[in-house]
C-alpha cells in the first residue's frame, strides 16, 4: 500500500471515530435499548412510563425541546426512574433545512429545557443528516445515534405489524426507534400511538426473559458503538404532506 493510501485510510478511520453514526452496539451481552422519539407528551408518555417500571426496562427518550419546556415534570419522572434523556432538537425541523447556526441553536435550547436531565446523545429529525450537520452535533459535544431497527410506527398500523418489524431483527445491542407521540405527521388519525405501547408490552414480555432493556448510555458501555457514514436528504415530496404538532399545540 502506498503512503498516500495509508494516510487516506488512516483520515477516514478517524473521520469515523469522531463523526460516524452510532447504529448499534457489537456486544454479546444480551442487552437492547428502546428509544422513544418526539415526546414528552401526557397521553401517552407516562403510560408508557408506567409499563417500563412494570416490566423492570430502562429506555431512552430523544425528546422534543418545546415539549419538554411543556411538560417539565414529565422529563423529571423519566429522568428519576432511570431513564436517559436525550436531544432530538428544539423544534423538530429537519436540520438540512436550517444553516449551522440555527442548527446550534436547536440544539442549545434543547440543552435549556431539559435542565440537568439531558445526556449528549443527538438523533437529527427525521434522521436528515450531512457531513456539516454532522459536524456541528460534533463541536457541540454530541454522539449521534440513529437506530437499527425502525418500526414505522408513525404510519397508520397495528401493534402486531410493529412488532413484525421489529422481532425477526432483534439482537444484542440493538437500537430500536419507536415514537412516544408524532412531532409531525401525515395524517392526524396516525397520531394515536396506542399501538405502540401495546407493541411494547408485548416485546417486554416476549423478551424480558432473554434479553434486559437498557438505556442507550448504558448498551454503549456493553461494547464497541457500531459506526456509519450516516446521510440522509429530506423527500422533498414527503415534507411537504407533513403536519406539525407545533403549529397548533404550544404556546
Ligand atoms: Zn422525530
Known amino acids: ?27 454479546d451481552i444480551p442487552a437492547i435499548a428502546l428509544t422513544f422519539d418526539d415526546g414528552p407528551d401526557p397521553r401517552f408518555t407516562e403510560k408508557l412510563a408506567g409499563l417500563l417500571e412494570k416490566y423492570n426496562a430502562r429506555a431512552t427518550f430523544f425528546v422534543v425541546g418545546q415539549s419538554a419546556r411543556r411538560y ?8 428519576e426512574a432511570g431513564h436517559a434523556i436525550a436531544n432530538h432538537s428544539w423544534s423538530h425541523q429537519s436540520f438540512l433545512t436550517l444553516n449551522s447556526r440555527q442548527r446550534r441553536k436547536q440544539i442549545r435550547m434543547w440543552e435549556k429545557a431539559t435542565a440537568s436531565y439531558g445526556c449528549r446523545l443527538f438523533r437529527p429529525p427525521f434522521g436528515h443528516q450531512n457531513f456539516w450537520s454532522r ?34 431483527k432483534i439482537m444484542p445491542g440493538s437500537i430500536i426507534l419507536l415514537h412516544d407521540t408524532l412531532h409531525t405527521y401525515l395524517d392526524e388519525k396516525y397520531t394515536d400511538q396506542t399501538p405502540t405501547l401495546e407493541a411494547v408490552e408485548e416485546l417486554l414480555v416476549r423478551f424480558g426473559d432473554q434479553y434486559q432493556f437498557v438505556t442507550l448510555p448504558r448498551l454503549l458501555d456493553f461494547g464497541k458503538a457500531r459506526k456509519t457514514d450516516w446521510r440522509r436528504r429530506p423527500d422533498s415530496a414527503w415534507m411537504s404532506k407533513l403536519k406539525r404538532a407545533d403549529s397548533t399545540s404550544l404556546p
Open 1 to 27: 500500500m502506498s503512503s498516500k493510501d495509508k494516510l487516506r485510510r488512516a483520515w477516514k478511520r478517524l473521520i469515523s471515530r469522531s463523526l460516524g453514526t452510532i447504529t448499534g452496539v457489537e456486544t
Open 72 to 79: 417539565p415534570d414529565i422529563i423529571k419522572r423519566l429522568a
Open 135 to 168: 459536524l456541528d452535533a460534533f463541536f457541540m459535544g454530541y454522539r449521534v445515534v440513529t437506530w437499527t431497527i425502525l418500526a414505522e410506527d408513525w404510519l397508520d398500523i397495528d401493534a402486531q405489524q410493529i412488532l413484525s418489524k421489529i422481532t425477526p
